[in-house]
Every structure is written in C-alpha cells, then in structure tokens.
C-alpha cells in the first residue's frame, strides 16, 4: 500500500511548509496527482486522515486533482491524451513520443492559519 509512504511525504513537506510560515494550522491542502502515480485518492484520503491526526495538519481539508495522462509527439510535435496506454501519436502514427503529464505528485497550494 504505497499511499501509506505517500501521506507520510506530503505530511512532511506541508509540517515543513507550514513551520516556514509561522503557520500553526494548516487547513487545506491541494494536491495534483498524475494517472501513471497509480494512487487511489480514497485510499490516500484514508492514509493521510490517520497520518495527519494530532498533527498541524489534522483537520486539514485534502483536495486532490488527478492530472491526465498526457503525451507529446517529438516527429509532429502535437500534444494528445493518451488512452488505455497506447503511447502512439494520433496524428502521424509516430512512437517517439514523451510523456508531459500524468507523473506529477506535488503540493500545488497550501492554505494555513
Ligand atoms: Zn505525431
């Protein structure tokens, strides 16, 4: 269950952000999650509940946005959603393409008190 060892990560970066701020509750937290993290937000939700309590972070509200997958052609340079991992371009067929979403896990805005 890697969402445990996740929580456990955006706990520390949002106790760290919240201690440079002078901050003594967070309050909200959002997060982007890209589809190739594989996370279950439920799962996440759950982790992050039992991590946070008793921490600055405790009644933090967790809002997460999940970032498509999304690829970028190198021979026609268009840019498409890529569906049941077929990593092939659309438009020219092309293989050699890289992908420009979909890995994201950061901390996108924090709001404390
Ligand atoms: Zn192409």
Redesign the pocket.
């Known amino acids: 269950m890697h969402e445990m060892a996740i929580a456990q990560g955006i706990l520390e970066i949002v106790a760290d952000a919240a201690a440079n701020n002078g901050a003594g509750k967070v309050s909200r937290i959002k997060l982007q999650i890209g589809q190739l993290t594989a996370i279950e937000p439920d799962a996440l939700r759950f982790c992050f509940a039992a991590m946070a309590a008793g921490t600055m972070a405790e009644r933090a509200e967790l809002e997460i946005e999940i970032m498509p997958l999304i690829c970028r ?6 840019s498409f959603a890529v569906e049941a991992f077929r990593l092939v ?6 293989h ?2 890289e992908i420009t979403s979909g890995r994201e896990l950061r901390v996108e805005h924090l709001e404390v008190e």
Request: neutral net charge; aromatic residues 0%; glycine residues 8%.
């Open positions: 052609c190198q021979d026609c340079s268009r371009c659309p438009d020219c067929g092309s050699r393409t």
